[in-house]
């Protein structure tokens, strides 16, 4: 059971611990590459939009194009509209005008046939019963043609109305077809119109559809933008945290080496060359000033020089010359912070003029450590270590022993 419980924990464990490392970039150089990405994919989706604004922009052209197609159409349906209605009106002016004609036609022929039965009824009484047995009127004037009493005036009177009523008829059968035929153009239209409406109605779907998309890749592109921003702030905070870690652990580094030094120096042994001594401020070779005779440097100093002036800037360490007891440290007038050694064997060294002293009288030291730090304490014209070497009470030349 404890097992299980203890591999169960341990699960939930790197599961969470997997979880921190998909949701947030481990460095600051992979924030800044998801920001980028993330800068990319907003980019794109923008243009995305652009694109289909464009789309939208042209489908509305066609659009428009496609309604004035259908307004100069339903002009022309009106138009062939009028014209029906102008023809139904000729048409029935005509069908007036032919009712007319055979009224006509039929009225000479009555009082043709009064007139000629008139006449035989007075005289040639042996045709009217030929004429009046006529079938129909052609036959009638077939017969005619072969009596001779008829009247010219009337035959050529019934011929002239038979022929107004043949050309009135030809003339609404004209007129017919032509509204028939104008029917047929509208119905064209109609259906016309139907096709472009439809063609009007899958526009208007497309851009509605269109829009649509440009609505919802708007809402992505603010996602993204919004994403790609806190993408960057979080890369931006990242790089700020990694280097205010880096800061603070150089800070932190920089203080406890201080702090360490200020209590007794870096604890480091240098020790250089392989006589009695060992430099005090090794790689600081240049003097300033030598031992024995020179002239003051400053008023009331000595021109005897008891010891050798090592020029190096503040803060550089000193090492001591040798194992020994330190027998004196601390400020001491014209020496400023000054350091004794005594070696043994009738041997002291002094250390002057220091900014800093990392040991105390009755400090046992040995041959190379870090004693103090060089400064311009006392009388001094600048940043050195003045190194004395005393010999059974008095001062010798240092680089005698270096
Ligand atoms: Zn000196």
Do not use: W
């Not at 992505?220 to 919004?226: C, G, I």
């Not at 700020?240 to 800061?247: C, D, G, S």
């Not at 360490?260 to 240049?286: D, L, M, W």
């Amino acid at each position: 059971m404890r097992g299980k419980k203890l591999v169960s924990l341990l699960l939930v464990g790197m599961l969470c611990s997997g979880m921190v490392f998909t949701s947030e970039a481990s460095s600051a150089s992979e924030a800044k590459k998801e920001a980028e990405e993330a800068k990319e994919k907003a980019e794109e989706a923008k243009e995305k939009s652009e694109e289909l604004e464009e789309q939208k922009e042209q489908a509305e052209t066609e659009k428009q194009a496609l309604a004035a197609q259908l307004d100069a159409l339903l002009t022309e349906i009106t138009d062939i509209e009028d014209k029906i209605f102008n023809k139904q009106e000729e048409i029935s002016l005509k069908e007036d005008e032919l009712i007319q004609a055979r009224v006509d036609e039929n009225d000479q022929y009555e009082s043709m046939k009064k007139r000629i039965k008139y006449m035989y009824e007075n005289g040639n009484g042996q045709f009217v019963e030929i004429l009046f047995e006529a079938k129909d009127l052609s036959d009638f004037l077939n017969k005619t043609e072969y009596i001779s009493s008829i009247s010219d005036y009337d035959r050529d009177m019934l011929k002239k109305y038979q022929q107004i009523v043949k050309d009135v008829e030809a003339q609404e059968a004209a007129l017919q077809q032509e509204q028939e035929e104008m029917e047929a153009m509208q119905d064209e239209l109609i259906a016309k119109q139907g096709s472009l409406e439809s063609l009007l109605a899958t526009k208007e779907l497309e851009i509605g559809g269109l829009k649509e998309e440009i609505d919802s890749n708007a809402e992505r592109v603010k996602k993204l933008e919004a994403a790609a921003k806190a993408a960057a702030d979080a890369a931006r905070k990242k790089a700020e945290a990694e280097a205010a870690a880096k800061e603070a652990a150089a800070r932190e580094a920089a203080a406890k080496k201080n702090a360490a030094v200020s209590e007794a120096g870096s604890g480091e042994i240098v020790v250089s060359g392989n006589g009695t001594f060992t430099h005090p401020c090794p790689g600081y070779t240049r003097i300033s000033s030598q031992f024995g005779y020179r002239t003051a440097p400053l008023r009331g100093a000595s021109t005897n020089h008891k010891g050798t002036d090592f020029a190096a800037p503040t803060g550089t360490p000193i090492y001591a010359a040798a194992g020994g007891t330190v027998t004196s440290a601390r400020y001491s007038g014209s020496a400023g912070n000054m350091i004794v050694i005594n070696h043994g064997g009738g041997l002291q060294t002094y250390y002057m003029h220091c900014s800093r002293i990392f040991v105390s009288a009755g400090t046992k030291v040995a041959k190379g450590q870090h004693i103090g730090a060089v400064g311009t304490t006392g009388n001094s014209t600048g940043p050195h270590l003045h190194f004395q070497v005393m010999s059974g009470g008095v001062p010798v030349n240092a680089m005698n022993y270096l």
